[in-house]
């Protein structure tokens, strides 16, 4: 008898981990460091706060359903910003709104797939891409990714079969942190293309790219809606995490599938959220450069400050958007050493064991700290209790 579909896939890490935290107690002088969520902790600005309370009061129509494929003004908004921040041309009726970055995803692997189909995932993974192909019933393929957690395209395209339906990739990664490179992003669009499967590219972190201009070219392609989907997630540009705010940019045809299941699912977007997401588009470009600016000075904290952990046998796998994926020295698995971290130096992390099928034996080596909550004084601090920490 098959699985019940929930069955079929793990509880989720960032709960699981939270448990490790259970009857732990941290004392004064060495509160805990949760670096285990990518989440912004602060809440949104002042302004957006009041903006979400103004259309809350003034704003009926905010109460009720709206379009099952998001608000016409903010899908045209991230049309147009979208169009011109990657050089190409991308039309209102080729953007959706949805309920979060993860249900676009989970959207969009129903349009593409059936029972047994296939999808590729580099790894280490984003276990919530993982989780939802199980529960979909699709097997996920994975890639695993060299020293410098790039996928490769040629190994790629050696685990293509006759039922694979697409390659996810994340960039800037989670949980890897590197920003894949245009030619990388581009030569796995020509494979998709070649293949006639689907590029699935998540950019929720797009907006802390360390690079200036456009990350890759593929909006370029007057063709990308034959081969491309793009996700994106207001969750982390504006603080709006609660408010489940995330889009998908594909072709029209694929939208109309994915109607279907968002109609399903959630009927329509959090109007709140989305109004909240327009005025944040229209009126928070400055704020978030400055975001922008203080994740990757954290960033280069980080950089600056491992040779500390260097000399004791760490190693710096991967760093950017809000992630550093590390090497750990220690005899333990990661998946022993996360609650032991908790519990011996008041920090809650995520080990790579997360990340990976359980096959891999890699994970158990690796570890993921989420930093962007932390600032400079924090990430010395973080480094001081790792340091000092040995098993
Ligand atoms: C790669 C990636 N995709 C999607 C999400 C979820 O975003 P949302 O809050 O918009 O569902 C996250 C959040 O951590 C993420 O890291």
């Known amino acids: 008898m098959p699985l019940p579909r929930t069955a079929t896939t793990f509880a989720p890490p960032v709960m699981?981990?939270?448990?490790?935290?259970?009857?732990?107690?941290?004392?004064?002088?060495?509160?805990?460091?949760?670096?285990?969520?990518?989440?912004?902790?602060?809440?949104?600005?002042?302004?957006?706060?009041?903006?979400?309370?103004?259309?809350?009061?003034t704003n009926d129509a905010a109460h009720l359903y709206g379009p099952v494929l998001g608000l016409p003004e903010l899908r045209a908004e991230l049309a147009e910003r979208w169009s011109k921040s990657y050089g190409g041309r991308i039309d209102s009726e080729q953007v959706c709104i949805t309920s979060g970055c993860n249900q676009a995803f989970a959207?969009?692997?129903?349009?593409?797939?059936?029972?047994?189909d296939e999808v590729i995932l580099p790894t280490p993974w984003y276990f919530n891409h993982k989780?939802?192909?199980?529960?979909?019933?699709?097997?996920?393929?994975?890639?695993?990714?060299?020293?410098?957690?790039?996928?490769?395209?040629?190994?790629?395209?050696?685990?293509?079969?006759?039922?694979?339906?697409?390659?996810?990739?994340?960039?800037?990664?989670?949980?890897?942190?590197?920003?894949?490179?245009?030619?990388?992003?581009?030569?796995?669009?020509?494979?998709?293309?070649?293949?006639?499967?689907?590029?699935?590219?998540?950019?929720?972190?797009?907006d802390f790219d360390s690079r200036t201009g456009a990350p890759h070219d593929l909006f370029q392609d007057p063709d990308w809606h034959d081969t491309l989907i793009h996700l994106y997630s207001f969750s982390k540009?504006?603080?709006?995490?609660?408010?489940?705010?995330?889009?998908?940019?594909?072709?029209?045809?694929?939208?109309?599938?994915?109607?279907?299941?968002?109609?399903?699912?959630?009927?329509?977007?959090?109007?709140?959220?989305?109004?909240?997401?327009?005025?944040?588009?229209?009126?928070?470009?400055?704020?978030?450069?400055?975001?922008?600016?203080?994740?990757?000075?954290?960033?280069?904290?980080?950089?600056?400050?491992f040779p500390r952990l260097a000399e004791q046998g760490w190693r710096l796998m991967g760093l950017g958007g809000y992630f550093a994926y590390v090497e750990h020295p220690f005899d333990l698995p990661s998946n022993q050493l996360g609650p032991e971290l908790v519990r011996r130096a008041g920090i809650?992390?995520?080990?790579?064991?997360?990340?990976?099928?359980?096959?891999?034996?890699?994970g158990a080596r690796q570890l993921r700290i989420a930093f962007a909550n932390l600032d400079r004084a924090g990430i010395g601090q973080l480094f001081t209790?790792?340091?000092?920490?040995?098993f």
């Open 237 to 305: 540009a504006y603080r709006l995490t609660g408010h489940r705010v995330g889009a998908m940019v594909a072709s029209q045809a694929r939208l109309a599938e994915v109607e279907k299941f968002l109609d399903t699912v959630a009927i329509c977007p959090n109007q709140i959220g989305q109004y909240a997401a327009l005025w944040g588009m229209h009126n928070l470009s400055q704020w978030l450069a400055g975001e922008r600016a203080e994740i990757l000075d954290r960033r280069a904290a980080i950089q600056d400050g």
């Open 107 to 116: 959207a969009a692997i129903s349009t593409l797939t059936g029972e047994g």
């Open 385 to 390: 209790r790792l340091t000092g920490a040995s």
């Open 348 to 362: 809650l992390l995520l080990p790579g064991t997360m990340f990976m099928p359980e096959h891999d034996r890699d």
């Open 131 to 206: 989780m939802w192909l199980d529960m979909a019933g699709v097997t996920s393929i994975a890639l695993p990714t060299g020293a410098d957690l790039l996928p490769d395209p040629d190994q790629a395209a050696a685990l293509i079969t006759d039922r694979t339906r697409a390659i996810a990739l994340v960039t800037p990664n989670n949980p890897g942190g590197v920003e894949y490179p245009s030619e990388l992003v581009r030569a796995f669009l020509d494979l998709c293309r070649r293949h006639k499967i689907a590029l699935i590219i998540d950019e929720t972190y797009r």
């Open 16 to 57: 699981e981990a939270r448990r490790w935290l259970d009857g732990a107690t941290f004392p004064d002088h060495r509160p805990l460091m949760n670096v285990s969520q990518a989440a912004p902790v602060d809440p949104p600005p002042r302004a957006l706060r009041e903006v979400i309370a103004e259309t809350a009061l």
